[in-house]
Protein backbone atom coordinates (compact mmCIF):
# COMPACT_ATOMS: atom_id res chain seq x y z
CA UNK A 1 0.00 0.00 0.00
CA UNK A 2 1.49 3.39 -0.80
CA UNK A 3 1.53 6.32 1.37
CA UNK A 4 -1.52 8.24 -0.20
CA UNK A 5 -3.34 5.23 0.53
CA UNK A 6 -2.23 5.01 4.31
CA UNK A 7 -2.94 8.42 5.31
CA UNK A 8 -6.55 7.87 3.96
CA UNK A 9 -7.17 4.93 5.92
CA UNK A 10 -5.57 6.95 9.24
CA UNK A 11 -8.13 9.74 8.03
CA UNK A 12 -10.92 7.58 7.80
CA UNK A 13 -10.31 5.43 11.36
CA UNK A 14 -9.93 9.05 12.82
CA UNK A 15 -13.11 10.08 11.34
CA UNK A 16 -14.87 6.74 13.06
CA UNK A 17 -13.22 7.88 16.12
CA UNK A 18 -14.34 10.95 15.76
CA UNK A 19 -18.17 10.44 14.75
CA UNK A 20 -18.05 7.54 17.85
CA UNK A 21 -17.55 10.33 20.28
CA UNK A 22 -19.98 12.93 18.92
CA UNK A 23 -22.52 9.61 18.61
CA UNK A 24 -21.39 8.88 22.47
CA UNK A 25 -21.78 12.57 23.66
CA UNK A 26 -25.20 12.82 21.89
CA UNK A 27 -26.31 9.81 23.06
CA UNK A 28 -25.13 11.31 26.60
CA UNK A 29 -27.06 14.59 26.14
CA UNK A 30 -30.28 12.55 25.06
CA UNK A 31 -30.11 10.58 28.31
CA UNK A 32 -29.09 13.89 30.45
CA UNK A 33 -31.74 15.89 28.72
CA UNK A 34 -34.28 12.81 29.35
CA UNK A 35 -33.28 12.67 33.15
CA UNK A 36 -34.40 16.42 33.34
CA UNK A 37 -37.48 16.04 31.38
CA UNK A 38 -38.67 13.22 33.79
CA UNK A 39 -37.29 14.92 37.20
CA UNK A 40 -39.33 18.36 35.58
CA UNK A 41 -42.64 15.89 35.14
CA UNK A 42 -41.91 14.24 38.65
CA UNK A 43 -41.88 17.92 40.07
CA UNK A 44 -44.93 18.97 38.29
CA UNK A 45 -47.07 15.94 39.01
CA UNK A 46 -45.51 16.10 42.83
CA UNK A 47 -47.15 19.93 42.92
CA UNK A 48 -50.48 18.69 40.75
CA UNK A 49 -50.95 16.30 43.66
CA UNK A 50 -50.51 18.99 46.04
CA UNK A 51 -52.70 21.29 44.56
CA UNK A 52 -55.44 18.24 44.60
CA UNK A 53 -54.74 18.10 48.46
CA UNK A 54 -55.74 21.64 48.93
CA UNK A 55 -58.98 21.90 47.06
CA UNK A 56 -59.90 18.93 49.09
CA UNK A 57 -58.86 20.97 52.03
CA UNK A 58 -61.00 23.88 50.43
CA UNK A 59 -63.69 21.68 50.10
CA UNK A 60 -63.95 20.67 53.89
CA UNK A 61 -63.81 24.23 55.24
CA UNK A 62 -66.79 24.85 52.70
CA UNK A 63 -68.41 21.82 54.24
CA UNK A 64 -67.63 23.30 57.61
CA UNK A 65 -68.16 27.08 56.89
CA UNK A 66 -71.20 26.77 54.44
CA UNK A 67 -73.12 23.84 55.40
CA UNK A 68 -73.78 20.85 52.85
CA UNK A 69 -76.19 21.32 49.72
CA UNK A 70 -76.26 17.88 49.09
CA UNK A 71 -77.89 16.16 52.38
CA UNK A 72 -79.75 19.63 53.36
CA UNK A 73 -76.86 20.06 56.25
CA UNK A 74 -76.79 23.79 56.47
CA UNK A 75 -75.87 26.40 59.13
CA UNK A 76 -73.16 28.68 60.07
CA UNK A 77 -71.41 26.54 62.90
CA UNK A 78 -69.50 24.28 62.62
CA UNK A 79 -70.80 22.43 65.39
CA UNK A 80 -74.19 21.53 63.14
CA UNK A 81 -72.41 20.41 60.21
CA UNK A 82 -70.10 17.90 61.88
CA UNK A 83 -72.38 16.40 64.00
CA UNK A 84 -73.13 13.42 61.61
CA UNK A 85 -70.80 12.42 58.85
CA UNK A 86 -72.80 10.79 56.07
CA UNK A 87 -71.79 9.55 52.85
CA UNK A 88 -73.93 12.22 50.80
CA UNK A 89 -72.17 14.91 52.03
CA UNK A 90 -70.49 17.46 49.71
CA UNK A 91 -66.93 16.03 51.21
CA UNK A 92 -68.27 12.26 49.69
CA UNK A 93 -68.69 13.62 46.86
CA UNK A 94 -65.86 15.17 45.42
CA UNK A 95 -64.17 13.97 43.50
CA UNK A 96 -66.33 11.44 42.31
CA UNK A 97 -64.08 8.98 44.03
CA UNK A 98 -61.11 9.62 41.51
CA UNK A 99 -63.40 9.19 38.58
CA UNK A 100 -63.37 13.44 37.94
CA UNK A 101 -59.88 14.19 35.73
CA UNK A 102 -59.02 18.11 36.90
CA UNK A 103 -57.15 18.71 33.90
CA UNK A 104 -54.44 22.18 33.36
CA UNK A 105 -53.18 21.66 29.68
CA UNK A 106 -51.43 17.99 29.11
CA UNK A 107 -51.27 17.59 33.04
CA UNK A 108 -54.08 16.59 35.45
CA UNK A 109 -55.22 15.20 39.07
CA UNK A 110 -57.55 13.15 40.85
CA UNK A 111 -58.95 13.26 44.54
CA UNK A 112 -60.63 11.20 46.63
CA UNK A 113 -61.70 11.95 49.90
CA UNK A 114 -62.47 9.49 52.91
CA UNK A 115 -63.59 9.19 56.40
CA UNK A 116 -60.84 8.06 58.71
CA UNK A 117 -63.44 6.18 60.99
CA UNK A 118 -64.61 4.41 57.82
CA UNK A 119 -61.63 1.71 59.05
CA UNK A 120 -60.68 0.04 61.88
CA UNK A 121 -57.81 2.18 63.62
CA UNK A 122 -54.72 0.02 64.48
CA UNK A 123 -53.40 3.01 67.27
CA UNK A 124 -56.99 2.10 69.09
CA UNK A 125 -58.93 -1.16 68.46
CA UNK A 126 -58.94 -3.34 71.61
CA UNK A 127 -57.82 -6.87 71.45
CA UNK A 128 -60.85 -8.09 71.11
CA UNK A 129 -61.73 -6.43 67.71
CA UNK A 130 -57.80 -7.06 66.28
CA UNK A 131 -59.08 -11.20 66.99
CA UNK A 132 -61.52 -10.75 64.26
CA UNK A 133 -59.32 -9.36 61.44
CA UNK A 134 -56.93 -11.19 59.55
CA UNK A 135 -54.48 -11.42 62.21
CA UNK A 136 -52.59 -14.15 63.23
CA UNK A 137 -52.03 -14.21 67.30
CA UNK A 138 -48.38 -13.38 66.60
CA UNK A 139 -49.10 -10.44 64.53
CA UNK A 140 -52.06 -8.93 67.18
CA UNK A 141 -49.20 -10.07 70.59
CA UNK A 142 -46.60 -7.93 68.33
CA UNK A 143 -48.48 -4.92 67.73
CA UNK A 144 -50.08 -4.70 70.87
CA UNK A 145 -46.88 -4.91 72.24
CA UNK A 146 -45.08 -2.03 69.91
CA UNK A 147 -47.79 0.32 70.64
CA UNK A 148 -48.28 -0.41 74.27
CA UNK A 149 -45.45 1.77 76.96
CA UNK A 150 -44.61 -1.36 78.86
CA UNK A 151 -41.17 -2.19 78.06
CA UNK A 152 -41.61 -5.88 78.83
CA UNK A 153 -43.97 -8.04 77.35
CA UNK A 154 -46.35 -10.67 79.06
CA UNK A 155 -47.80 -12.24 75.53
CA UNK A 156 -46.36 -15.25 74.62
CA UNK A 157 -46.32 -14.46 70.99
CA UNK A 158 -45.11 -10.73 71.54
CA UNK A 159 -41.89 -8.89 71.41
CA UNK A 160 -39.91 -5.95 72.93
CA UNK A 161 -36.55 -4.67 72.55
CA UNK A 162 -34.96 -8.11 73.71
CA UNK A 163 -36.05 -9.15 70.28
CA UNK A 164 -35.54 -5.93 68.06
CA UNK A 165 -31.92 -5.38 69.77
CA UNK A 166 -31.37 -8.66 68.04
CA UNK A 167 -31.92 -8.53 64.35
CA UNK A 168 -29.41 -8.33 62.15
CA UNK A 169 -29.93 -3.98 61.95
CA UNK A 170 -31.40 -3.20 65.24
CA UNK A 171 -33.61 -1.03 66.73
CA UNK A 172 -35.88 -0.30 69.15
CA UNK A 173 -39.86 -1.18 69.39
CA UNK A 174 -41.51 2.12 69.52
CA UNK A 175 -43.97 1.76 72.41
CA UNK A 176 -46.00 4.21 71.28
CA UNK A 177 -48.49 5.08 68.26
CA UNK A 178 -48.19 4.41 64.93
CA UNK A 179 -47.60 7.12 62.37
CA UNK A 180 -48.20 5.39 59.14
CA UNK A 181 -49.92 1.62 58.11
CA UNK A 182 -46.51 1.20 57.00
CA UNK A 183 -45.31 1.59 60.61
CA UNK A 184 -46.57 -2.49 60.48
CA UNK A 185 -43.55 -3.19 58.63
CA UNK A 186 -41.13 -2.96 61.80
CA UNK A 187 -43.53 -5.02 63.61
CA UNK A 188 -42.21 -8.75 64.12
CA UNK A 189 -44.37 -10.90 62.36
CA UNK A 190 -46.11 -8.36 59.09
CA UNK A 191 -44.36 -8.37 55.65
CA UNK A 192 -45.35 -6.31 52.97
CA UNK A 193 -47.24 -9.30 51.36
CA UNK A 194 -49.37 -9.41 54.93
CA UNK A 195 -50.39 -5.45 54.78
CA UNK A 196 -51.31 -5.00 51.17
CA UNK A 197 -52.10 -8.80 49.65
CA UNK A 198 -55.36 -11.11 50.22
CA UNK A 199 -54.74 -13.57 53.35
CA UNK A 200 -55.86 -16.84 52.34
CA UNK A 201 -53.18 -18.86 55.62
CA UNK A 202 -53.34 -16.38 58.26
CA UNK A 203 -54.61 -18.30 61.51
CA UNK A 204 -57.02 -16.21 62.71
CA UNK A 205 -61.03 -16.53 64.42
CA UNK A 206 -61.78 -13.98 61.54
CA UNK A 207 -63.83 -14.34 58.91
CA UNK A 208 -64.56 -10.57 57.44
CA UNK A 209 -66.56 -11.50 54.58
CA UNK A 210 -68.43 -14.62 52.85
CA UNK A 211 -66.98 -15.57 49.54
CA UNK A 212 -63.97 -16.28 47.46
CA UNK A 213 -60.63 -15.47 48.34
CA UNK A 214 -60.88 -12.23 45.66
CA UNK A 215 -63.82 -10.66 47.69
CA UNK A 216 -61.46 -10.91 51.00
CA UNK A 217 -60.41 -7.19 51.89
CA UNK A 218 -56.61 -6.99 52.36
CA UNK A 219 -55.53 -5.05 56.07
CA UNK A 220 -54.47 -1.47 53.88
CA UNK A 221 -58.53 -2.05 52.99
CA UNK A 222 -59.18 -2.46 56.91
CA UNK A 223 -56.70 -0.65 58.62
CA UNK A 224 -55.87 3.55 59.38
CA UNK A 225 -53.68 4.54 62.28
CA UNK A 226 -55.80 7.78 62.86
CA UNK A 227 -59.76 8.95 63.29
CA UNK A 228 -61.49 10.92 65.67
CA UNK A 229 -65.20 11.55 66.59
CA UNK A 230 -66.62 14.58 68.68
CA UNK A 231 -68.76 13.84 71.54
CA UNK A 232 -71.48 16.73 70.96
CA UNK A 233 -75.15 16.74 70.81
CA UNK A 234 -77.01 17.79 67.73
CA UNK A 235 -76.86 21.59 68.72
CA UNK A 236 -72.63 21.25 68.91
CA UNK A 237 -72.92 21.49 72.34
CA UNK A 238 -70.76 18.95 74.99
CA UNK A 239 -72.70 15.95 75.72
CA UNK A 240 -73.34 15.49 79.26
CA UNK A 241 -71.11 13.14 81.45
CA UNK A 242 -73.30 11.01 83.23
CA UNK A 243 -70.74 10.03 85.77
CA UNK A 244 -69.44 13.95 86.54
CA UNK A 245 -68.99 14.96 90.24
CA UNK A 246 -70.36 17.94 91.33
CA UNK A 247 -74.07 19.25 92.36
CA UNK A 248 -76.35 16.17 91.60
CA UNK A 249 -79.53 18.68 91.12
CA UNK A 250 -77.55 20.30 88.62
CA UNK A 251 -76.65 17.28 86.55
CA UNK A 252 -80.03 16.10 86.92
CA UNK A 253 -81.32 19.54 85.89
CA UNK A 254 -78.73 19.04 82.66
CA UNK A 255 -80.32 15.95 81.46
CA UNK A 256 -84.01 17.11 82.03
CA UNK A 257 -82.95 20.16 79.75
CA UNK A 258 -81.60 17.77 77.37
CA UNK A 259 -84.58 15.55 77.11
CA UNK A 260 -84.31 12.77 79.57
CA UNK A 261 -87.31 12.18 81.72
CA UNK A 262 -86.94 13.71 85.01
CA UNK A 263 -87.26 10.19 86.93
CA UNK A 264 -84.55 8.58 84.47
CA UNK A 265 -82.68 11.68 85.17
CA UNK A 266 -83.06 10.99 88.71
CA UNK A 267 -81.93 7.07 88.24
CA UNK A 268 -78.76 7.68 86.25
CA UNK A 269 -77.32 10.52 88.65
CA UNK A 270 -76.61 8.29 91.26
CA UNK A 271 -74.94 4.99 88.87
CA UNK A 272 -71.70 4.27 88.03
CA UNK A 273 -71.51 3.41 84.07
CA UNK A 274 -67.92 3.21 82.93
CA UNK A 275 -68.79 2.44 79.35
CA UNK A 276 -71.62 3.33 77.26
CA UNK A 277 -72.52 -0.52 77.07
CA UNK A 278 -73.28 -0.43 81.09
CA UNK A 279 -75.55 2.78 80.62
CA UNK A 280 -77.44 1.80 77.55
CA UNK A 281 -77.77 -1.61 79.86
CA UNK A 282 -79.67 0.72 82.77
CA UNK A 283 -81.92 2.43 80.30
CA UNK A 284 -85.51 1.51 79.01
CA UNK A 285 -85.91 0.85 75.22
CA UNK A 286 -88.31 4.00 75.19
CA UNK A 287 -85.40 6.31 76.47
CA UNK A 288 -82.46 4.56 74.40
CA UNK A 289 -82.02 7.17 71.41
CA UNK A 290 -82.23 10.58 73.77
CA UNK A 291 -79.98 8.57 75.99
CA UNK A 292 -77.43 8.42 73.14
CA UNK A 293 -77.45 11.34 71.46
CA UNK A 294 -77.28 13.70 74.57
CA UNK A 295 -75.28 11.36 77.28
CA UNK A 296 -71.64 10.23 77.44
CA UNK A 297 -69.51 8.58 80.29
CA UNK A 298 -66.34 10.70 80.59
CA UNK A 299 -65.29 14.41 79.91
CA UNK A 300 -63.20 13.42 76.72
CA UNK A 301 -64.14 15.78 74.23
CA UNK A 302 -63.64 13.25 71.17
CA UNK A 303 -63.12 9.58 71.38
CA UNK A 304 -60.75 7.98 68.82
CA UNK A 305 -61.16 4.83 67.38
CA UNK A 306 -64.65 4.80 66.49
CA UNK A 307 -66.08 3.15 63.48
CA UNK A 308 -68.36 5.23 61.72
CA UNK A 309 -71.80 3.77 60.68
CA UNK A 310 -72.33 5.92 58.21
CA UNK A 311 -69.39 5.17 55.93
CA UNK A 312 -68.00 2.15 56.60
CA UNK A 313 -68.06 -0.90 54.74
CA UNK A 314 -68.84 -4.46 55.41
CA UNK A 315 -65.60 -5.48 56.25
CA UNK A 316 -64.79 -2.91 58.28
CA UNK A 317 -68.15 -3.10 59.85
CA UNK A 318 -67.82 -6.76 60.13
CA UNK A 319 -65.07 -6.24 62.75
CA UNK A 320 -66.89 -5.28 65.22
CA UNK A 321 -67.12 -7.93 68.36
CA UNK A 322 -70.13 -9.67 68.24
CA UNK A 323 -72.10 -8.00 65.31
CA UNK A 324 -73.68 -10.07 63.14
CA UNK A 325 -74.15 -10.11 59.29
CA UNK A 326 -77.60 -9.23 59.31
CA UNK A 327 -77.13 -6.14 61.45
CA UNK A 328 -74.15 -5.39 58.96
CA UNK A 329 -76.13 -5.55 56.19
CA UNK A 330 -79.07 -3.45 57.59
CA UNK A 331 -76.07 -0.61 58.70
CA UNK A 332 -74.90 -0.72 55.24
CA UNK A 333 -78.41 -0.48 53.50
CA UNK A 334 -79.33 2.99 56.04
CA UNK A 335 -76.45 4.15 54.52
CA UNK A 336 -78.03 5.94 51.27
CA UNK A 337 -79.90 8.44 53.83
CA UNK A 338 -77.75 7.73 57.31
CA UNK A 339 -78.04 8.23 60.53
CA UNK A 340 -77.92 12.19 61.47
CA UNK A 341 -77.24 11.51 65.63
CA UNK A 342 -76.07 8.01 66.96
CA UNK A 343 -79.82 7.69 68.81
CA UNK A 344 -80.61 6.46 65.22
CA UNK A 345 -79.07 3.45 66.15
CA UNK A 346 -82.06 1.65 67.72
CA UNK A 347 -84.07 2.19 64.61
CA UNK A 348 -81.92 -0.78 62.93
CA UNK A 349 -83.79 -3.76 63.43
CA UNK A 350 -82.04 -6.08 65.48
CA UNK A 351 -80.35 -2.85 67.90
CA UNK A 352 -83.54 -1.71 69.61
CA UNK A 353 -82.65 -2.61 73.05
CA UNK A 354 -79.62 -2.09 75.51
CA UNK A 355 -78.78 -5.47 75.68
CA UNK A 356 -78.77 -5.58 71.85
CA UNK A 357 -76.57 -2.74 71.78
CA UNK A 358 -74.40 -3.41 74.53
CA UNK A 359 -71.50 -5.23 72.21
CA UNK A 360 -71.14 -2.73 70.04
CA UNK A 361 -71.96 0.58 71.50
CA UNK A 362 -68.44 1.26 72.95
CA UNK A 363 -67.43 0.55 68.88
CA UNK A 364 -69.40 2.86 66.89
CA UNK A 365 -70.23 6.68 65.87
CA UNK A 366 -72.18 8.89 63.60
CA UNK A 367 -70.27 11.56 62.97
CA UNK A 368 -65.93 12.37 62.40
CA UNK A 369 -63.37 14.80 62.19
CA UNK A 370 -60.83 13.52 60.61
CA UNK A 371 -60.40 12.53 56.69
CA UNK A 372 -57.73 11.03 54.48
CA UNK A 373 -57.35 12.65 51.15
CA UNK A 374 -55.88 10.31 48.06
CA UNK A 375 -54.61 12.46 45.20
CA UNK A 376 -53.06 11.37 42.17
CA UNK A 377 -51.10 13.94 39.93
CA UNK A 378 -49.68 13.31 36.29
CA UNK A 379 -47.52 15.22 34.14
CA UNK A 380 -46.65 13.90 31.11
CA UNK A 381 -45.32 10.18 31.85
CA UNK A 382 -44.98 10.31 35.51
CA UNK A 383 -47.73 10.20 38.06
CA UNK A 384 -47.53 11.09 41.75
CA UNK A 385 -49.96 9.63 44.61
CA UNK A 386 -49.91 11.05 47.66
CA UNK A 387 -52.56 10.10 50.62
CA UNK A 388 -52.82 13.22 53.74
CA UNK A 389 -54.69 13.17 56.59
CA UNK A 390 -57.11 16.32 57.49
CA UNK A 391 -57.91 16.90 61.39
CA UNK A 392 -61.39 19.64 61.88
CA UNK A 393 -60.94 19.57 65.54
CA UNK A 394 -60.60 23.43 65.88
CA UNK A 395 -63.37 23.49 63.42
CA UNK A 396 -61.21 24.34 59.97
CA UNK A 397 -59.23 21.62 57.91
CA UNK A 398 -55.81 20.96 59.50
CA UNK A 399 -52.98 18.83 57.57
CA UNK A 400 -51.65 16.22 60.17
CA UNK A 401 -49.41 14.22 57.65
CA UNK A 402 -48.84 13.88 53.73
CA UNK A 403 -47.35 10.80 52.37
CA UNK A 404 -46.28 8.93 49.53
CA UNK A 405 -48.47 6.14 48.52
CA UNK A 406 -46.36 2.81 48.20
CA UNK A 407 -47.68 1.74 44.91
CA UNK A 408 -47.32 2.63 41.17
CA UNK A 409 -50.92 0.99 41.10
CA UNK A 410 -52.74 3.08 43.73
CA UNK A 411 -55.95 4.10 41.80
CA UNK A 412 -57.01 0.21 41.30
CA UNK A 413 -55.67 -0.38 45.06
CA UNK A 414 -58.18 2.82 46.01
CA UNK A 415 -60.86 1.03 43.58
CA UNK A 416 -60.98 4.12 41.32
CA UNK A 417 -62.12 3.43 37.98
CA UNK A 418 -60.30 3.80 34.58
CA UNK A 419 -62.68 5.33 32.83
CA UNK A 420 -62.52 9.50 34.06
CA UNK A 421 -64.53 12.89 33.04
CA UNK A 422 -61.91 15.91 32.67
CA UNK A 423 -63.03 19.05 34.31
CA UNK A 424 -60.71 21.87 33.67
CA UNK A 425 -58.88 23.90 36.00
CA UNK A 426 -60.23 27.47 36.70
CA UNK A 427 -57.48 30.03 37.36
CA UNK A 428 -58.57 33.12 38.87
Known sequence: MNRRGSVFIMALALLAGLVAILAGAAASQRLALKSEVNRMENRRARLLAQAGIQRAVATLYDFITNG????????????????????????????????????????????????????????????????QMPFSQQQIDCLLDWREAATTTSRSDGAKDTYYN????????????????????????????????????????????QGTNDSQATLYDLCNVVGYTPMTQQDGTAKINVNALGNPQQKIQRMIQAGISPALAAQLSTGNYPTMAS??????????????????????PRKEGRINLNTAGQSVLSTIPNITPDVVQAIVQRQSTGLTQLGDIVDIPGLNSGAALAPLIDYVTVASQTFLVRVVGTAGGSSVALEAVIDMQSGSPKI????????????????????????PITQS
Not at 81 to 105: C, E, H, P, R
Not at 401 to 423: L, Q
Open 400 to 423: LSISEAPFSDMPTRWGWDDATTET
Open 166 to 209: ALTNPYNAKLGRLSTINDLLMIRGFTGPSIYDVQTDVVSTATIM
Open 68 to 131: NSASGNTGTTSSTKTNATLLTDDWAIAGNNGADKYTLGQNSYRLQIVDANAFVNLNAAPEAQLN
Open 279 to 300: LVQAVGANDLKTVLNVLTVDNT
